[in-house]
């Protein structure tokens, strides 16, 4: 087909797919920035937020292997951006989830950014497969700080591909030691740009690794001296403590390959690799884009085993897999020309998108809906008012819920911050967490506890297993006084405190 038609065809396809990605991300960032309420896992990252607007040092190991229990194991860049911005006083959530969608929205604007004059359609393309994906739509408004880093990670690597002076190479160190200031495990595009460096600009290595190092010298004494040493003891307690989940990471990559996109992803990247490979041989490599999109896939895969980990550990690697898709789609620079096998991978696009969008489980990538939250802060305001009727609004709380609680129930001394992340990592690999929180049960120090509806009696497993110990002390010394929609609460047995 003669490039101008093919350049028709391949636009009307672009603009067709974009426009459907964006009617269903809207809606979910509408909805997903109005929610006052930890939306899933949110609320560790709500706390670091809040710690640095009141002063608390929630990176002190006491904090988090003794009362309050509360457990901070990310760096706090994206955080202290957040705390620092104005905020919403009925919903705090709003200014984190903000910054998230426009750092998510920057990293993808590395997708047209990278394309040639020609080929744009291409990228337009791969934006709206981007943003169908969905682990990224439900994670676009979302108060956690991977979109940051992944930003900084991929406007690093286009930085190093760009760089023809030695300030271009200097700025793409900075940017990938930022990516990983905003998350630790985001390490794939300093590794992408140290190897093309390396290869191809071997004379600037010494400033590139020198300004990585710096960045990261200053932040980490910033951070030391704010925090102190127990800082780096957080943050490093994902590599000490975290036990691998091997069964998990097959239960997520399910769910990513279940995507007939994702798929569509997949096999198009590995198209890529092996037309670039062929076309180009060795100088498939000439871009750090292949390095980037294979260091993170493996690096974030790795980090996927480990426990806690969910699917948005793959955005990154599905980014980095796009881009490297739309720097082979536009060849040596010639005009777009619609032969046979973009014809083909155009048609199987076409089908996954349909697919795609007939698909009715919006809970698949989105985390609340107008109904919903209506309904949980319905359910949030029924349980204050319980609090308050208990006289315990103000008192000593302990959750046993989720992660959501802490910032649900903000007017007493709330207690453990992230149960799901207790239970699976520090009342297993730092017992005498468990028997703390035993202590002080047993001592009936609650005047409140918050557990899921469901919870309403012993725990019936027997043993010294973490969850039944406690559940066993628990309801020696506490009843289940209000029965909620979204939580019980339970009360001291008898009246004395």
Request: aromatic share 10%.
């Amino acid at each position: 087909m003669r490039a101008r038609g093919s350049l028709l065809v391949v636009w009307s396809a672009a603009l067709a797919l974009a426009g459907a990605a964006l009617a269903r991300l809207v809606p979910v960032v509408r909805d997903q920035l109005r929610a006052p309420f930890d939306l899933i896992s949110e609320g560790p990252h709500m706390c670091t937020v809040k710690a640095l607007w009141a002063g608390f040092d929630i990176y002190a190991r006491g904090s988090f292997l003794d009362l309050p229990f509360f457990m901070t194991p990310y760096t706090p860049l994206y955080h202290a951006l957040v705390a620092v911005l104005p905020q919403d006083p009925a919903n705090p959530f709003f200014t984190g989830r903000l910054v998230a969608a426009g750092a998510m929205g920057i990293a993808a604007a590395a997708l047209p950014a990278i394309a040639a004059r020609g080929h744009r359609a291409t990228a337009v393309l791969a934006l709206g497969v981007f943003f169908l994906i969905h682990a990224v739509t439900g994670n676009t408004a979302y108060l956690r700080s991977d979109a940051m880093a992944l930003a900084f990670s991929v406007w690093a690597v286009v930085a190093a591909a760009r760089a023809r002076t030695r300030v271009g190479v200097i700025a793409s160190a900075v940017l990938a030691a930022l990516g990983v200031a905003a998350k630790q495990s985001f390490l794939a595009a300093g590794v992408a740009c140290f190897i093309h460096v390396a290869r191809h600009r071997p004379r600037d290595l010494g400033a590139f690794l020198g300004a990585g190092l710096a960045v990261g010298a200053v932040l980490g004494a910033a951070a030391t001296a704010w925090f102190g040493t127990d800082f780096w003891f957080a943050v490093t307690l994902p590599l000490s403590d975290y036990p691998r989940d091997i069964e998990s990471y097959w239960v997520h990559w399910d769910m990513m390959l279940a995507q007939p996109l994702v798929r569509f992803v997949l096999g198009a990247g590995a198209g890529a690799t092996i037309v670039a490979l062929v076309r180009d041989g060795r100088r498939a490599c000439a871009t750090p884009y292949l390095p980037y999109a294979g260091a993170a896939w493996i690096l974030q895969n790795g980090v996927m085993t480990g426990i806690g980990a969910e699917n948005h550990n793959l955005i990154e690697p599905m980014l980095a897999t796009l881009v490297w898709i739309v720097v082979v789609a536009q060849g040596d620079g010639t005009p777009l020309r619609l032969g046979w096998a973009r014809a083909a991978g155009l048609t199987v696009l076409a089908w996954c998108v349909v697919l795609e969008l007939g698909n009715p489980n919006t809970r698949l990538w989105s985390h609340t809906d107008p109904a919903h939250t209506a309904r949980y802060v319905r359910e949030r305001a029924s349980a204050r008012d319980a609090l308050r009727a208990l006289d315990a609004e103000h008192g000593r709380l302990l959750n046993l819920k989720n992660s959501q609680i802490p910032h649900d129930f903000e007017g007493g001394e709330m207690n453990l911050n992230d149960l799901w992340m207790y239970i699976t990592v520090l009342w297993n690999s730092r017992p005498e967490t468990v028997g703390r929180l035993l202590a002080a049960i047993e001592a009936e120090r609650f005047d409140a506890v918050i557990v899921s509806p469901g919870v309403v009696r012993v725990d019936p497993n027997p043993g010294d297993a973490p969850w039944p110990r406690i559940s066993r002390a628990l309801f020696e010394r506490y009843r289940v006084a209000y029965h909620g929609g979204e939580v019980n609460l339970l009360t001291r047995r008898n009246a004395r405190e």
